[in-house]
Nanobody, 117 residues
Framework: QVQLVESGGGLVQPGGSLRLSCAAS?????????MSWYRQAPGKERELVAT????????NYADSMKGRFTISRDNAKKTVYLQMNSLKPEDTAVYYC?????????WGQGTQVTVSS
C-alpha cells in the first residue's frame, strides 16, 4: 500500500523557519518518482510550491518561494523535505506532498503550517 505521510508543520512566528518531511512507504522505486510540495490556503486553490526530479535532483520553485524555500530528497530514507525560511503570514496553509511517475500520482494527507505572531 502506497502512502505519503507529511510531518513538521505547526505554528511559527513571522520570520521563523520550519522543516517539513514527507515519508514514503510502499513505493517499489521511490527514487524514480518526481516529488513535489503543494499548499492550499483557506478559500484558495491548491498551488505548487516546489518540485524535485527523480534523477539528478533538479529543483523548481514557485516565484514567491524562491530564495526562501528549499526542497530536497533522501532516496535511501524515501523522504522528501521542504525547508522553509523567512516565513510570512501568507505562507499559512496546509502543505501536501505529491509523488508522480508516468500516469501514477499519489498525495499525502497534508500538514498544517500557521505563520502568526
Amino acid at each position: 500500500q502506497v502512502q505519503l505521510v507529511e510531518s513538521g508543520g505547526g505554528l511559527v512566528q513571522p520570520g521563523g523557519s520550519l522543516r517539513l518531511s514527507c515519508a514514503a512507504s510502499g513505493f517499489t522505486s521511490f527514487s524514480s518518482y518526481v516529488m513535489s510540495w503543494y499548499r492550499q490556503a483557506p478559500g484558495k486553490e491548491r498551488e505548487l510550491v516546489a518540485t524535485i526530479t527523480s534523477v539528478g535532483g533538479t529543483t523548481n520553485y514557485a516565484d514567491s518561494m524562491k530564495g526562501r524555500f528549499t526542497i530536497s530528497r533522501d532516496n535511501a530514507k524515501k523522504t522528501v523535505y521542504l525547508q522553509m525560511n523567512s516565513l510570512k503570514p501568507e505562507d499559512t496553509a496546509v502543505y501536501y506532498c505529491k509523488a508522480v511517475r508516468f500516469t501514477n500520482s499519489y498525495w499525502g494527507q497534508g500538514t498544517q503550517v500557521t505563520v502568526s505572531s
